[in-house]
């Protein structure tokens, strides 16, 4: 131990501490001065995009979150290159591990880049009634990585935002009132505009149903065993969508059922005609030839 105290030059060590120290302060100053810096203008950045009308969550993604850490490695880089780091062989290992971390990570990145857009384009917020990917519901939360809705039948469903994002998404709950349209059909035989007043008669005792814009009931095709009509009925409110379309469809058949207007199951008609004299008198017809 005595050695290694006695091979120590205590006085050069101390000049390259009493030198380096400065470039130790600078590097700190350099460092909280970034601090400083993100702490200064993040309420005006977060004013800025509140103004713009970014929704809450991606404010916080953006300012506390990307603008935070992008302030804080910069403030690391600058501050070590003060203490001699080689700053180009850590970028370099930086860039290699982002990009390793990137491909491992994909699906994630994607979902939360798709997240984004969805705080960007706003296509629904939370409270609203959509339908995408076979399920309906009300949404419930918004995160970077998925979407989550209560469904009807009070179930929870969470919903990566990247398949929100490919797919179709239908808004209930954009333009307030609410079409809801029945299908129904009646007989080639029936008459359409009875069929029509028996049917509106049937949804006006839905006391829940607009009354303006008014119930309509149109011709939407001619069947193969039937006319298709279409019973369209307005609401306020979209939670009621599946309720109105089953108890209008009830409401509807019990009261073609009561008019004895006929609804006709899917049927085939066959016509055969007698072939046997035809075939008798060509037959003989042959044979005289011969």
Request: proline fraction near 4%; glycine fraction near 6%; hydrophobic fraction near 50%.
């Amino acid at each position: 131990m005595d050695k290694i105290l006695e091979s120590i030059d205590v006085s050069k060590l101390t000049t390259d501490v009493v030198g380096f120290l400065p470039r130790v302060a600078t590097a700190l100053l350099i460092f909280i001065g970034f601090l400083l810096v993100y702490r200064i203008t993040r309420p005006t950045l977060e004013g800025v995009l509140n103004r713009a009308n970014f929704h809450e969550a991606l404010v916080r993604l953006i300012v506390r979150n990307i603008y935070r850490y992008a302030m804080v490695i910069v403030g690391l880089i600058m501050a070590a290159d003060q203490l001699g780091v080689n700053i180009g062989a850590a970028l370099a290992g930086i860039g290699v591990a982002g990009i390793a971390i990137g491909f491992a990570a994909q699906d994630s990145v994607a979902n939360v880049i798709s997240g984004i857009l969805i705080f960007w384009d706003k296509p629904f917020v939370v409270g609203d009634w959509i339908e995408t990917e076979g399920m309906f519901g009300k949404v419930n939360n918004i995160t970077l990585r998925s979407t989550r809705i209560r469904t009807p039948r009070n179930t929870y469903v969470v919903i990566p935002n990247k398949n929100i994002i490919d797919a179709t998404l239908e808004n209930y709950s954009k333009h307030g009132e609410l079409r809801v349209d029945v299908p129904l059909g009646i007989a080639y035989k029936e008459n359409i505009p009875e069929a029509r007043r028996v049917l509106l008669a049937a949804v006006d005792k839905l006391d829940w149903l607009r009354k303006d814009p008014q119930p309509d009931v149109v011709v939407e095709e001619l069947g193969g065993s039937s006319v298709n009509l279409k019973v369209r009925v307005w609401i306020d409110d979209p939670e009621q969508r599946q309720k109105t379309f089953f108890a209008v469809m009830e409401a509807c058949k019990l009261a073609l059922d009561e008019a004895e207007i006929q609804i006709p199951f899917p049927h085939l008609q066959l016509f055969v005609d007698n072939v046997e004299e035809p075939v008798w008198k060509r037959a003989a017809e042959l044979a005289g030839r011969a």
